[in-house]
C-alpha cells in the first residue's frame, strides 16, 4: 500500500470522469471546447465572444476569422433533441445506411453534417444563404451575417416597411422555387425565424433539417412552408397567394424568377381560408409508389384514414420519386420478396395500371437523369468532405 500512497500520475496520464462530460450553456462540454480550443490554436478562430442566438437544439457564437466574421454554430450535445430527428434523414440518398438513434453524440455528429452539406448546395445554387467555413464534431463554423458582433435581424424582427415586405415576399417564393428545382430539396421548417433580412436581401438558415424530394414526405413539408409563409406575410398585411397557390407556383419548373411578382398580383388572395380543408387535408404523393395503391382510386374521389384524396388539388407538375415496390422483411429470400411484389401488382386493376403506364415510363426517365446527377453531386461533396476532413486532422495533429 505504501507504493501508492504517494503515487501522482504523469502529464501523459488521463483520468476520465464526470468533468469531461458536463457542460455549460448546454454545448459547452470537455471536447467541444477541445475543438473550440484547436481551431483558435490553426488561427480559424481568432476571437471568440459571446452569445448571438440560443435555440432548442443548438447556440450560436459570433467569432473573428482571419477574413471575415464567423458565426460559430455549437449543436447540444447533453439533451435528447435529436431522438425524433429520423422523420428528416428517412429517404436522403445520403444518409441511407442509417442514422445512429443510439449514440446522440454521434446523431449531433451527423446532423451538422447534414447542415454544412445542405447549406453548401445552397451556396452552389446561389441561394442568399451563410457560407460554410467548417465543421467538426458539433461546431459547424460559417460566415456571420450582421457587422461587428451585431446579428441580422430575422424577418419577424426587422422592421421593414411596406416595399421592403413585398420585395421580401417576392424573393422568398422565388427562393422556395429555386430551393425545389436547383437543390433538389424542400427546406422543411420555413418561417419567419428562419430567414434573415441582411442588405436588402432574404438570407435562408437552419437548414439541417432540410430534405431531399425523395423523402416520402417531401410534398407534405412543402405544404407547411407554404401555410407558415402565407400565412406570416398575409397577417403583416401583404398580398400574398393562397398556400395552395404557392405550392403550384414551386413546383411549376416553368416559371422564372422576373414572372414571380406578375403572378403574385394576378392571383393574390386577401382573404384567404388558411386553414382551407381541401388542400391542407388532401393526399399528395410524393413518388409514384404513393399511386401504387387500390384503395388510392384516382377517378373517384374517397374517404382513407381521415384524408381526402382529389386528384384534381394536385398539380401535374409535383415532382414524383419513381416507382419501388419494397418489401419490410429483411429476412425473405430474394424469390419470396418478388413473390409478393408480383402479388401487390395483381391487385391493381386494368385502368390504374393504363393510368400511369405512360407517365411511369416518362418519371422513370426523368428519375434516372436525376439520379445519375445526384449522385455526382454527392460523390463530389463527399470526396470534398473528406478532403477538408483529412486537412483538418492533419492541421490539428501537427499542432
Not at 65 to 86: M, N, P, W, Y
Not at 305 to 334: R, W, Y
Request: with cysteine; proline share 4%; net charge neutral.
Amino acid at each position: 500500500m505504501e507504493q501508492y500512497e504517494n503515487y501522482i500520475p504523469d502529464a501523459s496520464t488521463r483520468i476520465k470522469d464526470r468533468s469531461d462530460r458536463a457542460t455549460n450553456d448546454q454545448v459547452l462540454d470537455h471536447r467541444t471546447r477541445v475543438v473550440l480550443s484547436k481551431f483558435i490554436k490553426n488561427g480559424i478562430i481568432k476571437e471568440l465572444h459571446g452569445t448571438v442566438s440560443t435555440g432548442k437544439e443548438a447556440n450560436v457564437y459570433h467569432a473573428f476569422g482571419q477574413e471575415f466574421e464567423l458565426a460559430v454554430k455549437i449543436f447540444k450535445t447533453s439533451i435528447l433533441i435529436f431522438k425524433d430527428r429520423e422523420r428528416y434523414v428517412t429517404g436522403d440518398y445520403r444518409y441511407r445506411k442509417g442514422f445512429c438513434k443510439s449514440n446522440p453524440r454521434k446523431m449531433v455528429k451527423m446532423w451538422a453534417e447534414k447542415e454544412m452539406r445542405n447549406l453548401k448546395r445552397i451556396n452552389t445554387a446561389g441561394i442568399p444563404s451563410p457560407k460554410v467555413v467548417i465543421v467538426k464534431n458539433n461546431v459547424l463554423i460559417m460566415e456571420f451575417l450582421g457587422h461587428d458582433g451585431c446579428a441580422a435581424p430575422r424577418l419577424k424582427d426587422a422592421g421593414l416597411n411596406d416595399d421592403e415586405k413585398n420585395e421580401a415576399y417576392r424573393q422568398v417564393v422565388w427562393m422556395m422555387h429555386q430551393l425545389y428545382h436547383d437543390c433538389n430539396m424542400v427546406h422543411a421548417d420555413l418561417s419567419e425565424y428562419n430567414l434573415l433580412w441582411w442588405k436588402n436581401k432574404v438570407y435562408v438558415i437552419d437548414v439541417g433539417q432540410s430534405i431531399e424530394l425523395s423523402h416520402p414526405q417531401a410534398n407534405d413539408f412543402l405544404r407547411m412552408d407554404c401555410v407558415n409563409i402565407s400565412t406570416y406575410f398575409n397577417k403583416i398585411g401583404i398580398h400574398t397567394l393562397s398556400p395552395k397557390e404557392l405550392f403550384y407556383t414551386i413546383t411549376n419548373a416553368s416559371i422564372k424568377e422576373n414572372k414571380i411578382e406578375s403572378i403574385i398580383k394576378e392571383h393574390f388572395r386577401t382573404n384567404w381560408d388558411p386553414n382551407d380543408e381541401v388542400f391542407l387535408n388532401s393526399f399528395i404523393p410524393s413518388s409514384l409508389h404513393d399511386l401504387n395503391e387500390p384503395i388510392r382510386d384516382v377517378f373517384q374521389p374517397k374517404k382513407m384514414t381521415g384524408v381526402l384524396f382529389m386528384p384534381n388539388a394536385i398539380p401535374n407538375h409535383v415532382k414524383l420519386a419513381p416507382l419501388q415496390i419494397t418489401v419490410n422483411d429483411d429476412s425473405a429470400s430474394d424469390s419470396e420478396k418478388e413473390e409478393i411484389q408480383r402479388k401487390r401488382m395483381k391487385k391493381m386493376s386494368k385502368k390504374q395500371k393504363e393510368l400511369y403506364k405512360d407517365q411511369l415510363e416518362e418519371e422513370m426517365r426523368e428519375a434516372e437523369k436525376l439520379v445519375d446527377l445526384r449522385e455526382i453531386q454527392l460523390a463530389k461533396e463527399a470526396e470534398e468532405l473528406k478532403k477538408q476532413e483529412e486537412q483538418t486532422n492533419k492541421e490539428l495533429s501537427d499542432e
